[in-house]
T-cell receptor, first 112, second 112 residues
Framework: NAGVTQTPKFQVLKTGQSMTLQCAQD?????MYWYRQDPGMGLRLIYY???????DKGEVPNGYNVSRLNKREFSLRLESAAPSQTSVYFC???????????FGQGTRLTVV | LAKTTQPISMDSYEGQEVNITCSHN???????ITWYQQFPSQGPRFIIQ???TKVTNEVASLFIPADRKSSTLSLPRVSLSDTAVYYC?????????????FGKGTTLSVSS
């Protein structure tokens, strides 16, 4: 049982480049989330998906797009990366609010 | 969504009991209170969840007064390995797929 898997673990981008962060969960969870965490800061919600086919903006959605490809997969895309998007990105999944959320191991992204 | 307020940081020594209080003055009837722990370079992990009174598991206790406007996470006899960031979340368990907002959390530093 892998839980929540994020790829890649590390990535360096040049300003203006695009990339997609992948997230997959094998727990049949309904909801999935993308967060960013800057050094010394808490987690900030970028986008979330309540169920397959639906996505909603979180606290800091600007500069990002998401796709809930199916129940298992939720991807985060940076169309034109900026140095301000240098951060650690976490994906999470959740069955219901009365159960626990599970997190991936994170993707450390540096934009130069 | 109920807004939560926690202390930014706390210090303790090994073997002491640590109590972290979270304020959630506008908590709604269907809201549950959930606490997560995050170690550096890792995603948060679930500690404990409750609705009212007291909940205890092998890791911590959660105290919730009758008015539910606050909650206290109690960590008995902390060790150096309990140094982490602790997040308090409040949310309606019956609204599937609602935003999971973590906030800044409380950084607990345990010294020997």
């Amino acid at each position: 049982n892998a839980g929540v898997t994020q790829t890649p673990k590390f990535q360096v981008l040049k300003t203006g480049q695009s990339m997609t962060l992948q997230c997959a969960q094998d727990m049949n969870h309904n909801s999935m989330y993308w967060y960013r965490q800057d050094p010394g800061m808490g987690l900030r919600l970028i986008y979330y998906s309540a169920s397959e086919g639906t996505t909603d903006k979180g606290e800091v959605p600007n500069g990002y797009n998401v796709s809930r490809l199916n129940k298992r997969e939720f991807s985060l895309r940076l169309e034109s990366a900026a140095p301000s998007q240098t951060s650690v990105y976490f994906c999470a999944s959740l069955l219901r609010r009365d159960t626990e959320a599970f997190f991936g191991q994170g993707t450390r992204l540096t934009v130069v | 969504l109920a807004k939560t307020t926690q202390p930014i940081s706390m210090d303790s020594y090994e073997g002491q009991e640590v109590n972290i209080t979270c304020s959630h003055n506008n908590i709604a009837t269907n809201d549950y209170i959930t606490w997560y722990q995050q170690f550096p370079s890792q995603g948060p992990r679930f500690i404990i969840q409750g609705y009212k009174t007291k909940v205890t598991n092998e890791v911590a206790s959660l105290f919730i007064p009758a008015d539910r406007k606050s909650s206290t996470l109690s960590l008995p006899r902390v060790s150096l390995s309990d140094t982490a960031v602790y997040y308090c979340l409040v949310g309606d368990i019956w609204q599937a797929g609602t935003a999971l907002i973590f906030g800044k959390g409380t950084t607990l530093s345990v010294s020997s």
